[in-house]
C-alpha cells in the first residue's frame, strides 16, 4: 500500500487513472481550479511518503483507500504557509470499518467524575495519530449538500491544536486582518468565530428543546467553540456557498486564514 513511497524523495506522481477516480467519487476536489489540482495532487503523495496508515479490526488498507484519506487531509492545507508542515506532529493514522465506541471520562466543575460511551467517526489526538472510519470517510462522497466531511474534520483539529489544546483557534500569521500581535489576532478570530458559535448553540437549542428548525450547519458544532471550528471548516472545503448563505462574516475570516483564491 504505497509503500514504496516513503523510500522516495520528493515522491513521484501518483497513478492517473487512481488519482482520476478519487477526483471522480469526490467531486467537491475534483471541481477545484486546476492549479489546486496540480497542488493537491503532489501534496497528497508527499501524505502517503511520510505517513502511515492501520487498519483495525481486520480493515485493510488498499491504495484507494489511502488516497482517499490523504487527497482529502491535505485540502485545507492546500494555500497554507507550510503545507504540510502543519501535519508534522504525528505519523499515524488508523482507519477503522465504521464507527467506534469511544469511552470517556469527564470530571465537571464540582470535582464530579462522569463516564459514559460516544460513538465517534473519527478522532484526532493532540500530537497522536488521527482515527477514522472508512464507511464515513467513504460517506462523504455524497453529504457535500450537508456539509459534512470527517476528514477535513478531523484534520482541523490538528492544525487548531498547533497552538496547543484545540481552542477554535488555530496559529495565526503574524499581522492576520491587520493585526499587531498575537493577543490582537487571536481577538480579532474570536470576535467573528464566537458569535457564528452562539448563533449555531441558540438554533440548536431551540431545535432539541422546543421543535424549532434544525440548524444547517452540523449542530455537533455546538458542542464548543473547538468542535464549532471543524465542523464550519467541513462546510468550508465542501459546501462554501451553503456556509456563506449562513455564516457569511466566517467564511471571510476563513478566507483570510486558509488563503483560498477569491476566485472560488
Excluded at 464540582?110 to 467513504?138: C, F, K, N, T
Excluded at 457535500?144 to 490538528?158: L, Q, T
Excluded at 489544546?165 to 498575537?182: Q, V, Y
Excluded at 465542523?231 to 486564514?257: I, T
Aim: charge should be negative.
Amino acid at each position: 500500500m504505497f509503500g514504496w513511497l516513503r523510500k522516495l524523495r520528493p515522491p513521484p506522481g501518483l497513478p492517473d487513472a487512481l488519482w482520476q477516480a478519487t477526483l471522480a467519487r469526490y467531486r467537491f476536489l475534483g471541481e477545484r481550479p486546476a492549479a489546486d489540482l496540480e497542488r493537491l495532487r503532489a501534496l497528497a503523495a508527499a501524505f502517503l511518503r511520510d505517513k502511515e496508515f492501520h487498519g483495525a479490526h481486520g480493515f485493510v488498507i488498499t491504495d484507494e483507500v489511502a488516497l482517499a484519506i490523504a487527497a482529502q487531509a491535505v485540502l485545507p492545507v492546500l494555500h497554507l504557509k507550510g503545507g504540510l508542515a502543519w501535519y508534522d506532529d504525528f505519523v499515524g493514522i488508523v482507519v477503522h470499518p465504521s464507527e467506534v465506541v469511544a469511552h470517556r471520562t469527564t470530571t465537571d466543575a464540582s470535582g464530579v467524575v462522569h463516564q459514559y460511551d460516544e460513538i465517534v467517526a473519527g478522532e484526532a489526538m493532540d500530537r497522536g495519530p488521527v482515527m477514522l472510519s472508512w464507511q464515513d470517510v467513504l460517506a462523504s462522497s455524497v453529504t457535500r449538500a450537508e456539509g459534512y466531511n470527517v476528514v477535513i474534520h478531523e484534520f482541523a483539529h490538528k492544525i487548531d491544536m498547533r497552538s496547543g489544546e484545540a481552542d477554535g483557534c488555530p496559529p495565526l500569521p503574524p499581522g492576520f486582518l491587520g493585526t499587531r500581535s498575537a493577543r490582537e489576532a487571536r481577538a480579532a478570530w474570536f470576535a467573528t468565530l464566537q458569535p457564528a458559535y452562539e448563533a449555531l448553540r441558540e438554533k440548536a437549542i431551540v431545535a432539541e428543546r422546543f421543535g424549532g428548525e434544525a440548524p444547517w450547519l452540523d449542530p455537533y458544532g455546538a458542542q464548543s467553540p473547538a468542535e464549532f471550528f471543524a465542523v464550519a471548516c467541513e462546510a468550508y472545503f465542501v459546501n462554501r456557498s451553503a456556509l456563506e448563505a449562513e455564516f457569511a462574516g466566517l467564511v471571510g475570516l476563513f478566507d483570510a486564514f486558509f488563503k483560498a483564491p477569491p476566485s472560488r
